[in-house]
């Protein structure tokens, strides 16, 4: 169960790349692919980080991990002993002692494991990157004892990844993030790549994984369906900025961001609800803005259909809507407390 102690604080993080051109080079340009991003984690919690592709979820991902440094912002990193650390503000030195807490679980199993290494050497490297193993034999202790909480046979070990499924290779991989015991982890789409059989695998076995370890994750993905299931709260990006953030079952009810209310509808149903009835699919006219030409006012007004002239010239802030005795819930919208948004008990409609 998740406390209310954060382990990760983020503060208006911001990454930003500049587009340059010509022989000289010049900046002509800038693509915010994080702008204004602020959100915390309570440890023993999974925040779902969804969104189109290209909205900004692995770039912020990534920036936490200090992977890629950001452009500005603040991230706090709170360790199990109280301690705080400003991660923006680390050295190579200190950041690379700071990173052993923390994990990264990637997308591609296929792509993230080295072929030219065993089980062994790849859930091991942490280990002997870092010199807290004294032998061969302790290394093999340790990383079958990995494999075994990643319900995988330990005689495996010196075998190569192409010898192993989709499935297995994820394990393996969430295996090499756990090796140093971190108390957060960034899963980054980590069953985008699988079978759907193999998701619910994983999935059940990422649960599993926190309960054991107390673990907290930054659960990245642009698949709804998924969501419900693992997170404790949800965070709706849309170019660079985070459009709603609130509990589960409160976004997935009575969303307050039209974007939220057009993915919701965009989720696969298997079949229709108990009346017969199909869900209503919302189409978003337009396309998705350029993070490098973001429009004036809301980023989403050319594609919404609430929006006022309020929406092509003010940019709305991100404010909690719910009245100080409920669990927080944020919205980017003008209009916010004011529409009626369908949640995905509303999204039916009887069919023609």
Do not use: W
């Not at 919690?45 to 290209?54: A, D, F, R, Y």
């Amino acid at each position: 169960m998740a406390d209310h102690n954060p382990v990760v604080e983020v503060h208006r993080l911001r990454k930003y790349y500049p587009i340059v051109r010509g022989i000289l080079r010049r900046n002509v340009g800038t693509v915010k692919a994080v702008d204004d991003v602020s959100f915390h984690l309570n440890r023993g919690e999974t925040l779902s980080l969804v969104g189109e592709s290209g909205c900004g979820k692995t770039t912020t991902g990534r920036c936490i991990l200090r992977a890629i440094d950001p452009t500005a912002g603040k991230i706090l990193f709170h360790r199990g002993n109280g301690e705080e650390i400003d991660i923006t503000g680390l050295d190579r030195k200190e950041l690379r002692y700071t990173q052993r807490y923390m994990g990264m679980i990637f997308q591609d199993p296929y792509s993230s494991l080295n072929p030219r290494m065993t089980v062994l050497d790849i859930i091991g490297e942490p280990f002997i990157t870092r010199n807290l193993i004294k032998n061969r034999g302790e290394l093999e202790d340790r990383v079958a004892a990995l494999l075994r909480s990643v319900r995988l046979d330990p005689s495996l070990m010196q075998r190569y990844p192409h010898a192993f499924s989709g499935g297995q290779r994820q394990r393996i991989a969430i295996a090499r993030a756990l090796a140093l015991n971190p108390d957060f982890v960034v899963a980054d789409e980590p069953i985008s790549a699988l079978d759907v059989s193999v998701q619910a695998q994983i999935l059940s076995l990422l649960k599993e994984l926190q309960t054991e370890r107390h673990l907290t994750y930054l659960f990245i993905t642009h698949n709804l369906s998924v969501v419900e299931y693992i997170s404790n709260r949800v965070a709706v990006m849309y170019v660079g900025q985070i459009v709603e953030l609130g509990e589960t079952e409160t976004i997935f009810h009575e969303p307050k961001h039209p974007y939220t209310e057009a993915l919701l509808s965009a989720v696969p149903v298997v079949k229709t609800d108990k009346s017969g009835r199909r869900r209503e699919r919302i189409v978003l006219e337009g396309d998705v803005a350029d993070p490098a030409n973001v429009p004036p006012g809301c980023s989403f007004h050319p594609r919404c259909a609430y929006a006022q002239e309020i929406c092509r010239t003010e940019e709305p802030e991100l404010i909690n809507i719910t009245r100080s005795d409920q669990v927080p819930h944020y919205a980017r919208c003008h209009f916010a407390t004011e529409l009626n948004l369908r949640g995905v008990k509303q999204l039916f409609a009887h069919p023609m």
